[in-house]
């Protein structure tokens, strides 16, 4: 049964409007955002959901009582985060949509293309034997070769 869960017909305008539009977030991001490493992102403290109304109280506290902040730590640099925080996070929920959308969208044509594919091996097996493609379609049978790396190579007997 054939599928067709998208149909999708991107214009060289609609792709160069894509591409003008990555590369000027590319442009502005990349003076402002940061590339961290695996052990840097492990060390770091996290703050979740809890942590973030936690830090939020603390430094609504702080602020309202600055006689308590000691002179080695900058609340207004904590402040500045945080508000850098606010305004990047809805920018970043709204690319992880849009990503999400993008990769549902390949997946489903990914499909499309496995099931015609599949499709349309199954009918070469079938049809296509006398027609000069029965080479092309064994070809095309290493897809569903069930050899392992053990058959391919045996373990001489000692």
Same mark, same amino acid.
């Given at each position: 049964?054939?599928?067709?869960?998208?149909? $999708?017909? #991107?214009? !060289? *305008?609609?792709?160069?409007?894509?591409?003008?539009?990555?590369?000027?977030?590319?442009? @502005?991001?990349? %003076?402002?955002?940061?590339?961290?490493?695996?052990?840097?992102?492990?060390?770091?403290?996290?703050?979740?959901?809890?942590?973030?109304?936690?830090?939020?109280?603390?430094?609504?506290?702080?602020?309202?009582?600055?006689?308590?902040?000691?002179?080695? $730590?900058? #609340?207004? !640099? *904590?402040?500045?985060?945080?508000?850098?925080?606010?305004?990047?996070?809805?920018?970043? @929920?709204?690319? %992880?949509?849009?990503?999400?959308?993008?990769?549902?969208?390949?997946?489903?044509?990914?499909?499309?293309?496995?099931?015609?594919?599949?499709?349309?091996?199954?009918?070469?097996?079938?049809?296509?034997?006398?027609?000069?493609?029965?080479?092309?379609?064994?070809?095309?049978?290493?897809?569903?070769?069930?050899?392992?790396?053990?058959?391919?190579?045996?373990?001489?007997?000692?």
């Amino acid at each position: 049964m054939s599928q067709n869960l998208i149909s $999708l017909t #991107l214009s !060289e *305008a609609e792709l160069a409007e894509m591409d003008a539009a990555i590369g000027a977030l590319e442009a @502005t991001l990349s %003076r402002h955002l940061m590339d961290l490493s695996v052990d840097e992102r492990r060390s770091l403290p996290k703050m979740g959901d809890k942590s973030e109304a936690f830090c939020r109280q603390t430094l609504n506290v702080l602020s309202q009582n600055p006689q308590v902040v000691p002179a080695g $730590l900058d #609340l207004a !640099e *904590a402040r500045r985060d945080l508000l850098a925080l606010d305004q990047l996070r809805s920018r970043t @929920t709204r690319l %992880r949509q849009l990503l999400g959308r993008a990769e549902d969208t390949e997946t489903a044509l990914g499909s499309d293309v496995m099931r015609a594919s599949l499709e349309g091996y199954a009918l070469l097996k079938v049809l296509g034997k006398g027609s000069g493609l029965e080479s092309l379609r064994r070809d095309m049978a290493a897809r569903f070769s069930r050899s392992t790396a053990a058959t391919k190579n045996p373990i001489p007997a000692a």
